[in-house]
C-alpha cells in the first residue's frame, strides 16, 4: 500500500473513532456546519455568571477581525447545572452587531454538547480538538468562561498569527500583578526554559490559538486515556508543538483577571502543571537532553508586564507551612530528595522570619531531584507532587521578601536570574537521569 | 531350651533384617526425595529471586514499608527473603514427602496437614503483603493531605490511619491462619474499639479550636479576611 494509502486509511481510522466519541447529536450539529475557517472552542462547567458576556465578546472578536471566514463557537460543557450550554446557544449574534458596526459575511454558529456529568479539561478539549479535525477548521482558538476581561481583540491576537504568519500555536501573554502566577514564574517559566529551549512565559493557559494541523497531529498522538483525566493537557499541547517543530510565537492580551482562583489550589494547579511537565520529561527526554541555551519566541506586544500595587500576604504562615511541611514529611523527602538537599532544607526550615531564605540554587537542585524521582517513581507519582507543595511555599517566601520593594525591572531580572540558573544547573538534572540508567 | 533360645534370636533377626530390607529403600527413596527437593527448591529459589529483581520488588517492599522493619530486625532484603522462604518451603516439602513414603504411622497425618495448612500460609502472606502497602500508601497520603490542609499533628492522623488498617491486616491475617481465631477476635474487637474511642477524644480535645474557628468562619464571616492573604499560583 503506497504512502497516500496508508494516511487515508489512519485518516478513516481517527475519524471513525471520533465519531464513536462524539455524542451524535453533537455529530449532526457538526454536519450541518459543514467547514469551518475558524473554531472557538469554549469548555464550560457552571459558568453562567460569565459565560454570556464572554460569548458576546467572541463573536465580536469574529465580527471585527474575521467577518469573511467562516467561524464557529464549540461550547463543551461539563455537566453544568445552572443552564450555561442554553446561555452560550442563546446568545444572538444580532446583540453583538451594534458594538462592532460590522457584519459577519457568512453564518456564525454557536453549538453546544455536553461530554460529561463532571469536568474533564482533557476530554473537554479531545472534544475541542476532534470537532476542529471534522470540520476541517483551519485555526482554533480556545477560550476560559473564567477570565472576566476577556477583550474583542483577544480572538485577533491569538488567530492573525496562524492565519497571517502561518503560526502553529500561539501562547498568551499578560500583564499580571508581581506576586500573582507565582507557579509559573518559579517553577513552570524557568524549567520549561531550560529544558526545551523555548522562553515561552505562558506554557500552561487557559486561552491560546492553535492551527489545524498541530490539533490534528496532537489528536492522534496524544494518549488519552492515561488514567489523569487528562489534567494539564494544555501544556502537553505546547510541549508537543516545541518537540515537534512546528512555529510557536506569544502574543500580548492584557491584563489577566481571573475568577475562583486562590491559594487553596495549590495542589491541583501542582498536578495540572508541574506533574503534566515531570510526566513528559520520560517520554521528551531525546529531545531535551539534546538543548542547550534558550531562545525567544516571536513575540507580539509585550513578552509581559507587571503590575505593582501593594498586596497584603501572610508570610509568617506561608513559612510556618515550610517549615511544618520539612518536620511533618521527613520520611517522604528521604525516598525523593538528596541527603544534602534534606539536610540544608531542615536547616532553612529552622531559620527565623527575618533570616528566613531558600536560594534559587536550593530551589533548582530540590526540583530537579523532584523531576528525577518523579521519574523513577520512588513513590506514588501523586505523592511526589503534593510533597512539592510545602517547598514550594518557602520557595514564595523568599521570592515575596526578595520583590517586596522591587520596581518591575527588578522582578523581572530576579526572574532571569532564576531562569539561568534552572539552565546552569541542568547537566546536574541529566546526572541525575542518567545514574537512574 | 538352647535351641529355642538360638531359633527365637535368629527369627527375631531376620525380622530385622527383613524390616532393614523392607525400610532401605524407603529411607533411600526419602534421601533421594530430600536431594532431589533441596536441588528444584535451589532452583526455584534463583528462578524466583531473578525474577524478583526483574520486576524490582523490593522497591514494592520498600513502598509498602516492609524493608523498613526488615532492616530493623537485621533480616536481609525482602526479594533475599521470600527467595529464602520459597526454598525452606519447597525443601522441607520434598523431606516431608519422604518421611510419609517411610510409612511411619501417624506422621503421615501431619505431613496432609502441612501440605493442607501451605495454601493458607501463602494467602496469608499475600494479605500481609499488600496490607503493609495499603497501610504505607494511605498513612503517606493522609500525612500529604494533612500537611497542605495545615491541619494540626499531621503525623498522628498519619500513624492513626496506619494503625487502622494494620490491625484489621493482621486481624484478616491470623483469621486466614487459623491461630487463635476466638483470641483475636476479641483482641481485635478491644483494639479497634479503643483505637476508635481514643481517636474520637483525641479529635473531640484537639478539635476544639478548629470547630470554634470553623463556625466563627460560618457564622461571623471571618473568611474574607483570611482570603486576602492568598495568592493565585496561576
Redesign the interface.
Given at each position: 500500500m503506497s504512502t497516500q494509502g496508508r494516511t487515508a486509511v489512519r485518516r478513516t481510522e481517527i475519524e471513525l473513532a471520533e465519531e464513536s466519541f462524539l455524542t451524535d447529536d453533537f455529530l449532526r450539529q457538526l454536519i450541518n456546519v459543514g467547514e469551518a475557517d475558524i473554531l472557538v472552542g469554549l469548555p464550560t462547567h457552571n459558568n453562567a455568571k460569565t459565560v454570556g458576556s464572554i460569548v458576546h465578546t467572541i463573536q465580536s472578536g469574529i465580527l471585527r477581525g474575521f467577518p469573511r471566514e467562516r467561524a464557529v463557537i464549540i461550547n463543551v460543557d461539563g455537566g453544568s447545572r445552572d443552564g450555561t450550554p442554553e446561555l452560550v446557544t442563546g446568545v444572538s449574534i444580532d446583540d453583538s452587531r451594534p458594538a462592532s458596526n460590522l457584519n459577519a459575511l457568512r453564518t456564525l454558529h454557536s453549538i453546544s454538547t455536553k461530554y460529561a456529568s463532571s469536568p474533564e479539561s482533557g476530554v473537554a478539549f479531545r472534544t475541542i480538538l476532534a470537532a476542529a479535525e471534522l470540520l476541517r477548521a483551519k485555526a482554533c482558538v480556545v477560550m476560559s468562561p473564567l477570565s472576566t476581561n476577556v477583550e474583542p481583540e483577544w480572538l485577533s491576537k491569538l488567530l492573525h498569527p496562524i492565519f497571517d504568519d502561518d503560526f502553529d500555536l500561539v501562547t498568551p501573554t499578560y500583564r499580571r500583578h508581581k506576586?500573582?502566577?507565582?507557579?509559573?514564574t518559579n517553577l513552570l517559566y524557568p524549567m520549561t526554559r531550560a529544558l526545551y529551549g523555548l522562553r515561552i512565559r505562558e506554557a500552561?493557559s487557559p486561552e491560546f490559538g492553535f492551527s489545524g494541523r498541530l490539533g490534528c497531529q496532537f489528536l492522534e498522538q496524544y494518549v488519552w486515556n492515561d488514567g489523569a483525566n487528562g489534567a494539564g493537557v494544555e501544556l502537553r499541547l505546547t510541549l508537543a508543538a516545541i518537540t515537534g517543530r512546528y512555529r510557536v510565537c506569544q502574543s500580548f492580551l492584557g491584563e489577566k483577571i481571573?475568577i475562583e482562583?486562590?491559594?487553596?489550589?495549590?495542589?491541583p494547579?501542582?498536578r495540572q502543571?508541574v506533574g503534566t511537565l515531570f510526566s513528559a520529561l520520560g517520554p521528551d527526554f531525546a529531545v531535551w537532553s539534546m538543548v542547550a541555551g534558550s531562545q525567544s519566541p516571536p513575540t507580539t506586544g509585550a513578552d509581559h508586564e507587571v503590575v505593582l500595587e501593594p498586596?497584603?500576604?501572610?508570610r509568617k504562615?506561608l513559612r510556618e507551612?515550610f517549615s511544618?511541611?520539612v518536620a511533618?514529611?521527613e520520611s517522604?523527602f528521604r525516598?525523593i530528595l538528596s541527603p544534602d538537599t534534606l539536610a540544608e532544607l531542615q536547616g532553612i526550615a529552622r531559620l527565623g522570619e527575618e533570616e528566613f531564605h531558600y536560594p534559587a540554587e536550593l530551589w533548582v537542585r530540590t526540583v530537579y531531584e523532584f523531576a528525577a524521582s518523579y521519574q523513577r517513581s520512588?513513590?506514588?507519582r501523586d505523592?511526589i507532587i503534593?510533597?512539592l507543595?510545602?517547598l514550594?511555599r518557602g520557595r514564595?517566601v523568599t521570592f515575596l521578601k526578595e520583590n517586596r520593594n522591587a520596581f518591575a525591572d527588578e522582578v523581572e531580572n530576579n526572574i532571569e536570574s532564576l531562569c539561568l540558573e534552572f539552565e546552569r544547573l541542568k547537566p546536574y538534572l541529566l546526572q541525575l537521569w542518567k545514574s537512574r540508567e | 531350651m538352647r535351641e529355642m533360645i538360638i531359633s527365637e534370636l535368629s527369627q527375631a533377626l531376620h525380622e530385622i533384617a527383613r524390616g532393614f530390607a523392607h525400610f532401605l529403600p524407603r529411607l533411600i527413596v526419602m534421601l533421594a526425595l530430600a536431594l532431589a527437593g533441596w536441588v528444584i527448591a535451589y532452583v526455584a529459589k534463583m528462578v524466583l529471586r531473578s525474577i524478583l529483581r526483574l520486576v524490582q520488588f523490593d522497591?514494592l517492599s520498600?513502598?509498602a514499608g516492609a524493608s523498613q522493619l526488615l532492616t530493623k530486625a537485621a533480616l536481609p532484603s525482602a526479594t533475599e527473603m521470600l527467595s529464602r522462604f520459597v526454598f525452606w518451603v519447597a525443601w522441607l516439602g520434598f523431606i516431608l514427602l519422604g518421611v510419609s513414603v517411610l510409612g511411619i504411622l501417624g506422621l503421615q497425618e501431619q505431613v496432609a496437614k502441612f501440605f493442607l495448612f501451605l495454601p493458607r500460609l501463602f494467602v496469608a502472606m499475600f494479605i500481609m503483603f499488600f496490607g503493609l502497602l495499603a497501610a504505607s500508601?494511605f498513612s503517606?497520603?493522609a500525612?500529604?493531605?494533612?500537611?497542605?490542609a495545615?491541619v494540626p499533628s499531621?503525623?498522628v492522623l498519619s500513624l492513626a490511619v496506619r494503625s487502622i488498617i494494620l490491625v484489621f491486616v493482621l486481624s484478616i491475617v491470623f483469621e486466614e491462619l487459623g491461630l487463635a481465631e476466638q483470641t483475636m477476635l476479641v483482641a481485635f474487637g478491644i483494639a479497634f474499639g479503643a483505637l476508635m474511642l481514643g481517636l474520637a477524644i483525641a479529635f473531640g480535645m484537639g478539635g476544639r479550636d478548629l470547630a470554634r474557628r470553623f463556625l466563627e468562619k460560618k457564622i461571623v464571616g471571618g473568611k474574607k479576611e483570611e482570603?486576602?492573604?492568598?495568592?493565585?499560583?496561576?
Open positions: 506576586f500573582e502566577g507565582l507557579l509559573i500552561y481571573h482562583r486562590h491559594a487553596a489550589d495549590l495542589v494547579a501542582l502543571t498586596v497584603r500576604v501572610n504562615r507551612m511544618t511541611g511533618e514529611l517522604v525516598s520512588v513513590i506514588s505523592h503534593q510533597a507543595a510545602p514550594f514564595v | 522497591k520498600e513502598n500508601f503517606r497520603a500525612l500529604l493531605a494533612a500537611v497542605n495545615n499531621p503525623r482570603e486576602e492573604d492568598e495568592l493565585s499560583p496561576l
